[in-house]
């Protein structure tokens, strides 16, 4: 997970909506020429002048294989350009950090202002405590629930980090 850092010739390289499409197609599968064209219906000449400006500029490599056919491949900038996976962790790790927020307020002011049940002698004691008792669990529940929100979106954040230091 690196950072994505772009100069203004690799922007402008980027900026075509013909080799953005080459870098989707390459996103799932490495291609050849051949396949290349024929999904994006583009003449191969055409399509290679694009090619060699994204090898250029470091968003895909040629790999030669056994036999007589080249593939095409995203590298990691090329990968990075289409997915920023910071974004995607970040984002994740906030909503996760926002949801468990709610409902830990939600727990709070539930079980801070919500209406006593109070106890009369003339009630029968099991079904008050029924009561009560189902209250605390669903109280209990939506405390359990952001706590493990709140855990998820911490180890999702640590994680990141682990990865982005291992990668330095």
């Not at 099991?126 to 009561?131: I, L, M, Q």
Request: proline letters at 2%; glycine letters at 2%.
């Amino acid at each position: 997970m690196s950072e994505l850092v772009l100069e203004k010739g690799e922007l402008k390289v980027i900026s075509v909506e013909s080799r953005v499409n080459i870098l989707k197609v390459l996103s799932k599968r490495r291609e050849t020429l051949s396949d290349l064209s024929k999904k994006l219906k583009l003449s191969k000449p055409t399509l290679k002048e694009h090619l060699d400006l994204l090898e250029k500029s470091g968003f895909v490599r040629k790999i030669s294989s056994e036999n007589i056919w080249k593939y095409y491949e995203l590298t990691e900038q090329g990968k990075n350009v289409l997915n920023p996976s910071g974004i995607k962790v970040l984002f994740l790790s906030i909503s996760f950090f926002v949801i468990g927020l709610f409902l830990l307020f939600k727990y709070l002011f539930t079980n801070l202002f919500a209406p006593t049940a109070a106890v009369n002698e003339d009630v029968l004691y099991s079904s008050a405590k029924a009561v009560t008792y189902s209250q605390e669990v669903t109280i209990n529940y939506w405390l359990l629930f952001s706590i493990i929100l709140f855990a998820v979106a911490i180890i999702v954040l640590l994680y990141y980090l682990y990865k982005k230091i291992k990668k330095k």
